[in-house]
């Protein structure tokens, strides 16, 4: 699936307003440090997220040598600031550190 396509389908199933809501509230909880609030909306965001690199066909542990961002740009797209929140930035970590394993080997 294209990456328009993936980004339609999620504005289409998720209001912009819900959009919103789903961002500033992980904001509110990171702030907060709610650890319970917060394990719940990346529960949410995780599962769109996987959902995402589904439809990209795209793992980790296949694709961290040549990675792209574009997992991480759709969701900027779909979620407008998702970028200030912790949970973009452990993505990044993630991926940074996979990377980091397998240029070792």
Not at 34 to 53: C, L, P, R, T, W
Request: aromatic share 10%; net charge neutral; no cysteine.
């Amino acid at each position: 699936m294209q990456n328009k396509q993936i980004i339609e389908i999620l504005k289409e199933q998720y209001s912009r307003d819900i959009r919103k809501q789903l961002v500033k509230n992980i904001l509110k909880h990171e702030k907060n440090d709610d650890k319970e609030a917060i394990e719940s909306s990346y529960n949410i965001i995780n599962q769109i997220f996987s959902y995402v690199m589904s439809e990209l066909g795209w793992t980790f542990s296949q694709d961290s040598n040549s990675w792209d961002d574009t997992p991480l740009k759709i969701m900027q797209e779909v979620f407008p600031n998702i970028d200030k929140t912790k949970w973009f930035d452990s993505q990044l970590l993630q991926v940074k550190a996979s990377v980091g394993l397998k240029a070792n080997n």
